[in-house]
């Protein structure tokens, strides 16, 4: 069984630029949640996907999209990055959408 | 809203010895989880233990169990027979519709 994949490991940007960071959920999970976590701060909620829906989100602006695939992986775009955006981002899957996340090992970002 | 505090931000351990975390939280749901993931410095987050707040029993995994007081809200892990290997930021989690709400961690040092 494999498990939560993310690319790329490290991404450097500048400000105003553009990013988009991938996630494969794992064998059988239907759900895939986005993280974002500052350097020494526990993750914070950007967005849910269930079934290819956007099923919440936190408080993220706009420029903070996502799109989850039919095979149930995902993707989290960032337009205009700012350097606040630096962060580690983390997608973590889970077989429904109130059940247990299993996270990948997460991209850095940074934006310069 | 819901909130996740640990006010603890470092803890140190002798190896082969017992360690408590502390953890508190507030919800307005009535059905959630609550959780343990460990985060080493390789950063992936691993799911400690998971408990259901409709169940009294305590949940245990191997050397890990919690100390679940649901009226205080309170969220305790405790891990015995320490190791080097457990040495990680801690973080706790409450789920709730669609998200989790993290604590800020606990970085745990374990002393040889």
């Known amino acids: 069984e494999t498990g939560v994949t993310q690319s790329p490991t490290h991404l450097i940007k500048t400000r105003g630029q553009q990013v988009t960071l991938r996630c494969s959920s794992q064998?059988?999970?239907?759900?895939v949640s986005w993280y974002q976590q500052a350097l020494g701060q526990g993750p914070q909620f950007i967005f849910q996907?269930?079934?290819?829906?956007?099923?919440g989100r936190g408080n993220f602006p706009p420029r903070f999209s996502g799109l989850q695939f039919p095979n149930y992986s995902s993707e989290l775009n960032v337009n205009a990055l700012e350097l606040d955006d630096s962060a580690l981002y983390l997608c973590?899957?889970?077989?429904?959408?109130?059940?247990?996340?299993?996270f990948g090992p997460g991209t850095r970002l940074t934006v310069l | 809203a819901q909130t996740v505090t640990q006010s603890q931000p470092e803890m140190s351990v002798q190896e082969a010895e017992t360690v408590t975390l502390s953890c508190t939280y507030d919800?307005?749901?009535?059905?959630?989880?609550l959780f343990w993931y460990k985060q080493p410095p390789s950063r992936q987050m691993i799911l400690v233990i998971r408990?259901?707040?409709?169940?009294?029993q305590n949940a245990t995994e191997n050397r890990f169990s919690v100390n679940f007081q649901k009226a205080a809200k309170s969220f305790s892990l405790k891990i015995s027979d320490s190791q080097l290997g457990d040495a990680a930021m801690y973080f706790c989690?409450?789920?709730?519709?669609?998200?989790?709400?993290f604590g800020t961690g606990t970085r745990l040092k374990v002393l040889a």
């Open positions: 996907y269930y079934r290819e829906e956007e099923n």
């Open positions: 919800t307005s749901e009535s059905d959630y989880y």
């Open positions: 064998s059988g999970h239907n759900t």
């Open positions: 989690a409450c789920s709730g519709t669609y998200k989790y709400i």
């Open positions: 973590a899957s889970s077989p429904d959408n109130r059940d247990t996340l299993f």
């Open positions: 408990q259901e707040a409709y169940k009294q």
